[in-house]
DNA sequence: AATTATATTTAGACAAGACTAAAAATTTAT
DNA sequence: ATAAATTTTTAGTCTTGTCTAAATATAATT
């Protein structure tokens, strides 16, 4: 098994992946764990010499198959942590990550198994991001921004691209949570505000929270 | 905070201390947490500077009241985990402690406390241990052992002496958990062997399971 | 293409926690 | 009370993960 700093390396490379395609640079890993390029160099030898990931020197690094398996089974523990948090526990979706990011790192294939059973096997966590199952796959569902809607669509808010803790409490405030259907009433071409419809209840919201909140079309 | 060692340490000389009183010796803890008496000195005067024992060359150590309340608290964290694991993720109560071990060390004041509200704020752990308050009391309960039961005396089991696995399967094979009425119906002068009814099943058991179970007399 | 700027790696140091082997203190036994 | 046995501490080494400063490689600019 992997140690602690290992597990979030990986994590690490695995998100940064996600956005970039290939050759994560050190620069971009150290920026993403608040640390510095050296330790990373550091770092990266020993995952490479553990086959988890490709590096070559100047030339970034990339996962092997046997690295993206084992960071998609840290991401999954960490968002069934996440959900078993919020639904179990009463934490509100901006207060779990903290938490989560400890709990990931527990050792224990029974424990997530049982989780997973107990919180009836989620495939989203409580931002709208998919978890991973067993064997590292995610289940895409198609999600528009809802800035992207046009005037009389409407859909079910699915997740946050935005998630500090700012914007998620004010998605609380405003009734705005995962599963909530949202309609389109009007698009106002001066600012781009929207007026939305959810819950019988009508308001506007503006370009900004719309660009971050992700929607599956109805 | 304090690091995954030394919340160990802690806790080791929390258990010690239950046992022997006072002046723990390097070499009990050594024994302990299976490390070596030059480790433990290092880490004693670590500790000592933290103000969470007394020590003093050659003379062991001693938890201090603060010490003393943070070990209290690994402790209840360690326990209300094995709740947890046993009540809602199906383990059985063999299985618990090593990932209690690791589920311990988690930093989240607002997880504990959110947890001890789900699980219904229990007293006791799977084997019967008390689970220390947040002010690190505990709560204590009569307990005597099995053995020590004459003749027509019956109580409830409250928890083990022996925590071992195979002790544990064999409580669970013969239907013996936690809150099961006991009654001793004969005691063979021969052998010390006891003749129980227990949930209307009758059969007889050793003078070593009798002394390694507690009961709380009726 | 040469020079400057940026990114990455190397070399050497440090702290935490553990270990071995040797020294010192304490306890036990004669 | 002294010698022998045991316990405890010290000194020095090792590993993991981090850091700074210096060196080297790559990328950008003119």
Redesign the interface.
Known sequence: MFTFSEENYLKAIYHLERDFIKGISTNAIAKKLETKASSVTDMVKKLSEKKLIIYKKYQGVTLTDFGKKTAANIVRKHRLWEVF?VE????SWD?VH??AE??EH???P??IQ??DS?LGFPTHDPHGDPIPDKEGNLKIIEKSLLSTLLKNESGICIGVNDSSSEFLQFLDKKGITLGKLITVLEKEDFDDSLLIKIAQQKFSISKKIASNLYIQKQ
Do not use: A, H, P, R
Not at 88 to 91: C, R, S, V
């Open positions: 948090l179990k526990l009463n934490f207060e903290d938490v400890q709990l527990i050792k224990s029974k424990l049982q989780l107990f």
